[in-house]
């Protein structure tokens, strides 16, 4: 993630490129321009920090260190076939920065949190169980064969795009086998739910065809009796 140090002042040691002692560690690398100054690591204390740019040391008091945004993945793992219940909300950073979900290993996990991350879902193995239709509308989902996808809840979820082994799926609602509210089913999905990929809008209802009046019932059945009698 970039780094930078953008108060004023507070100068206790070395130099700095601006006398007011804002920025000393540049918003930009001097050796790749264009490009942020980048943490490239941390002391085992925590105390330090190490930077991607080549700069004069300085120490400063009384300062902010500004971290920017990055993007992130949380994976759960394991092998318990059990309900292994994650009941804390999953969000992207109040900064910005994005999270995914990447699903590892045979067991089974069930994400029952109000969530609110935005970034795309894995499942490479085991199983993801969803308790309600959270998927980001512009997210992706992607399952390769061993995972599967678990829509434990009522209704739809529109996400933007879903992916089997790699490969691109057509846009329509899909869900597992024997769902006969799917436009398309898949062994990598169970549960009761849909996820509407693409956003496509749903069919238009037949045309109701009007009941007859009563009094269009009662003149048939007067032309009925008329022409039994002349026969």
């Not at 996400?159 to 082994?165: E, H, M, N, R």
């Amino acid at each position: 993630m970039s780094v930078n140090d953008p108060d004023p002042g507070g100068i206790t040691f070395g130099r700095c490129a601006t006398p007011s002692g804002e920025n000393c560690i540049p918003i930009e690398d001097p050796d790749n321009p264009g490009e942020p100054v980048r943490v490239t690591g941390v002391s085992s204390d925590g105390s330090t920090i190490g930077i991607s740019a080549n700069v004069p040391f300085v120490q400063k008091l009384n300062t902010r260190i500004v971290f920017g945004t990055v993007e992130r993945t949380l994976t759960l793992t394991g092998t318990n076939a059990d309900d292994n219940t994650l009941a804390a909300a999953i969000g992207d950073s109040d900064a910005g920065g994005v999270v995914s979900v990447e699903k590892t290993g045979s067991g089974k996990w069930v994400l029952a949190g109000n969530n609110t991350y935005t970034g795309d879902t894995f499942i490479d193995d085991g199983v993801l169980s969803v308790v309600s239709p959270f998927f980001d509308p512009n997210s992706s989902i992607e399952l390769t064969s061993g995972g599967m996808l678990d829509l434990n809840y009522g209704g739809e979820n529109v996400v933007a795009g879903l992916v089997f082994d790699g490969i691109e799926q057509a846009d329509g609602r899909w869900g597992g086998i024997g769902n006969v509210l799917a436009d398309f089913t898949s062994s990598f999905l169970s549960g009761t739910g849909l996820l509407n990929v693409g956003n496509v809008p749903a069919a238009a209802a037949s045309a109701a065809v009007p009941e007859p009046s009563l009094a269009a019932l009662v003149a048939g059945a007067f032309l009925g009796i008329v022409n039994c009698r002349r026969r």
